[in-house]
């Protein structure tokens, strides 16, 4: 669970990184917002606003877990789909979250489109239900304190190589390429 806990939360900061480095007005907002304040971990959300919609916004386009499988228990119908007991299912966040009937311009980084609510309906990167992941509130920390660690003492940092890097899924989503950086 630690392995895997890691490894997820390290490949949402690799591409929240990814996004924030590769556009100069988010980055600047995110900075701006990391010098003003010092972090308080009961209330981190509330502090940083805009680093906290990266982060959502990241993890929209970037679920660490792109797919998950569900085996139906029961023959049942669902929005005019029929399943069998034992019918294997495939639930891909990657793609939900990029639906263009539930998200405008869903392949463009927009931090903003959090700034109201979003419904849980149409944004799922750690799962819904029963089987929901239960690593989600240390991710949220780990991500939270290492983007506040990186932009508050890095300001400067930069890619210097592979910014045009795409995600290749395998049993999560992995760069296609190594990404460069320096803090100059």
């Not at 924030?20 to 007005?25: A, R, T, V």
């Not at 979003?118 to 983007?147: H, M, N, Q, W």
């Not at 940092?157 to 390429?177: E, F, Q, R, V």
Request: net charge positive.
């Amino acid at each position: 669970m630690i392995i895997a806990g890691n490894e997820t939360s390290a490949l949402t900061l690799f591409w929240g990184l990814l996004e924030i480095l590769n556009s100069k007005d988010i980055l600047s907002k995110v900075i701006n917002e990391v010098a003003e304040r010092e972090i308080s971990m009961n209330s981190f959300e509330n502090d940083f606003p805009y680093l906290e919609s990266c982060i959502k916004e990241t993890l929209r386009m970037y679920p660490a877990v792109w797919a998950v499988t569900r085996e139906v228990k029961e023959n049942c119908e669902f929005k005019g789909f029929k399943f069998k007991k034992d019918d294997i299912i495939i639930i891909s966040p990657y793609f939900f979250h990029r639906e263009k009937k539930h998200w405008k311009s869903p392949n463009l980084f927009n931090p903003e489109r959090f700034n109201q609510k979003v419904s849980d309906d149409y944004y799922i990167p750690f799962a819904r239900g029963p089987r929901f992941c239960i690593g989600k509130p240390l991710a949220l920390f780990e991500i939270r304190y290492t983007f506040y660690k990186i932009f508050k003492h890095l300001p400067n940092i930069n890619i210097i190589s592979g910014k045009d890097c795409k995600p290749t899924g395998l049993i999560n989503l992995y760069p296609n390429k190594k990404v460069i950086t320096n803090n100059e």
